[in-house]
Structures are given as C-alpha cells and as structure tokens.
C-alpha cells in the first residue's frame, strides 16, 4: 500500500484572462490521501487517476505553476497528483529513477517534461507495458500517449523572431541562451528560429546559441560570458523562463541595459521587475498553470478509457473546455501570449 501525497495549494485569481479561459479557484484535495495499490489501474484516492508529475526539474516557478494546474485539475476530477524530480540536474537521464519508481507503485499516468527525447524511453516503455499512461507536457519524447503541447513550435518560434527583430530594428547580431542542450522544446524552437531568420531577416545573424540548463546562476554566467566574446551583440532571445529571468537581472545592473535587447519566454511574475526599469519591452508565453490542468485532464481521459490517444479524440478539460487530439498525438493548449507594460500587472503566474 503506497502512500500518495497530495499538495493542497491555492491560486490567487488572475485579473485578466488573455491566454484561455477562466482560471477558476479551487483547492484541490485534502492534505494527504492514499492512491492505493492499484496495480496499475491508475485509481487516484477518490476514484479518478493518481498520476506522478515530473517536471524538468524542481524549483523552477514555471512547473511549480503547471504542477499547481495538474493539482487543480486532480481536484476537480478526484484524482491525485505526486509530484517529483531532478532538483537542479536537468541532464538527459535525470528523470529515469523517477519514472522507474512511479511504475513500481503502479501509479495510474506519468506527466513528463522530458529533458531529452530519447533518453527516457527504456523507462516510458516499461510503464507502459504495465498498462501505465504516458503524457509528455511542455517538452515531448518519441515514446509517450499523448504530448501536450503549450502553442504550436513555428507559433513559438517565429514569434520569438518577430519581437527580437522589432526590438533591434531589424539587423545586427543576436545571440540564444537556451535551457538544456537536450531539451526537445528548445532544440524544436531554436531550429525553427533559425530557419526563420535564414528565410525572413537577412540583416540579422545568429551569432552564437548557450546553454544554462535552467540553472538560473549559470544562465546569468552565461549571459555575461556572451556579451564579453561578442562586443557588436545586439541582443538575446532567451526560450527558458529561467534563462530570461536570469539574463534580465544581467543587463539590468550592467552597461547593456537599455543597448542590448532581450526577449524570449518569461513568466510575467519573473520579468516585472524587468519591464518596469525598461531592461526588457516585450516577451511571450503561455499560462504555465493552464498547461499543467490540461496535461492532468489529457491523462484522467486516458487512464479512464474515454480516450485512446487517436486523432480526433476529444475530452473535455474542466473549465478549459472540449480539446481534440490532433496528428501524432499531440493536444494543443493555444497561442503564445506577448507580455508588456500595458498588461504585464493583470498576471500573477
Ligand atoms: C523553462 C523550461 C520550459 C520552457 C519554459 C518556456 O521554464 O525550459 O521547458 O517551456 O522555460
């Protein structure tokens, strides 16, 4: 009999709702519960799933908002949701022993932002063959039920591109500071950020891409280091909340501030600071919370059998409404949002 621990966690309201729909209050669940020895039917402390939720790594404010949504969702559709992972190592196996252990107790889901895409597929299979189901959020693997996916990656991208080339005038030298080098998100976007500029912006040069691995003091090291090796850097477009956040706090106290631009994708409550003392005009995201109460509901809809995973399924994700499973599997959430002065206040993730 294993003991399922399930976070109480309550979300104050957001003032406006620009990304989706209503983000209605709820506490989720009581302070503990017991997922029971299910034997892998998945049956959370009150009837619905009991699904572990293994972020890229703890501590990151981005998963603390979309495990928040998943403990959300779980209290809603009375399931449970155990939250684990690698604190600080984001490296391409550091999420295997966390998988390895949730299919020992025969938990009902796995909700996974995969620091690699391969890497953790001997460990998804074997949940899987135990008649566990797979979800990937916010970064996806070969080998998964369903992959909930924040926006569509060219949405992500060339958005990215559209605020760095307006932001520097349309030409000169830019640089990426990244996440992890094997992060399947990121590596999706930088190449369609580049394919982009190939395409559309001649006057503007990728001149290097870093890695900080969403470790928020090497992210600032980097982006330091990055500005030191190119004097002509115009900017930097950082597609890591932790990177952004980090290369903000950078410039800001630095001789760049105001010279060298940045965007990228920032948790609004991480880049007030910066959008109030000009360090940063715009940047983009999703609502990170939404992300992880859609990726819950995608994984109850499976262990429950109303879903198989087939495009065209639909299922119904609380107050999100209805969303249908498109090619490959994969569930999107909506469309990038860009943060500014104007509305960075009525955000509170
Ligand atoms: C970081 C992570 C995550 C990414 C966001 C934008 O929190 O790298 O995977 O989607 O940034």
């Known amino acids: 009999m294993k003991h399922m621990l399930i976070k109480t966690r309550r979300l104050p309201a957001l003032a406006a709702l620009a990304l989706t729909a209503t983000l209605a209050l709820s506490a989720c669940g009581s302070d503990d519960g017991d997922g029971g020895d299910n034997g ?207 290369a903000a706090r950078y410039l800001s106290t630095s001789e760049f501030k105001g010279k060298v631009a940045l965007t990228g994708l920032g948790a609004p409550s991480q880049m007030k600071t910066f959008i109030d003392d000009g360090t940063v005009t715009e940047f983009a995201l999703w609502n990170p919370d939404d992300l992880g109460y859609l990726a819950a509901y995608a994984a109850e809809a499976l262990v429950s059998g109303d879903i198989s995973g087939e495009e065209g399924d639909t299922f119904t994700a609380g107050d999100l409404g209805e969303y249908t499973v498109g090619a490959d599997g994969i569930v999107v959430l909506g469309e990038p949002f860009v943060f500014d002065a104007s509305n960075i206040n009525d955000f509170d993730f």
């Open 40 to 246: 892998g039917s998945g049956g959370g402390g009150g009837g619905g799933s009991a699904i572990t939720m293994i972020p890229k790594s703890l501590g990151n404010p981005y998963f603390d908002a979309s495990t928040a949504g998943a403990e959300r969702a779980a209290g809603e559709f009375d399931g449970s949701i155990e939250e684990v992972g690698p604190t600080g190592d984001a490296g391409p196996d550091s999420q295997v022993p966390f998988i390895q252990t949730a299919t020992q107790q025969g938990v009902g889901a796995l909700v996974v932002s995969a620091n690699d895409p391969s890497a953790l597929c001997d460990s998804l299979e074997q949940a899987q063959d135990v008649d566990i189901k797979v979800v990937t959020f916010d970064s996806d693997t070969e080998c998964r039920d369903l992959f909930v996916n924040q926006a569509d990656a060219q949405g992500i991208a060339s958005k990215q591109i559209e605020l760095i080339a307006d932001q520097i005038g349309g030409s000169g030298d830019i640089a990426i500071l990244s996440a992890a080098a094997n992060a399947t998100n990121q590596n999706e976007w930088i190449s369609l950020m580049e394919e982009d500029l190939a395409a559309n912006y001649p006057d503007i040069n990728l001149v290097d891409t870093v890695y900080g691995d969403d470790d928020d003091q090497k992210s600032f090291d980097q982006t330091a280091a990055l500005l030191q090796a190119n004097p002509n850097l115009k900017g930097i477009v950082s597609p890591t909340t932790v990177g952004i956040a980090a």
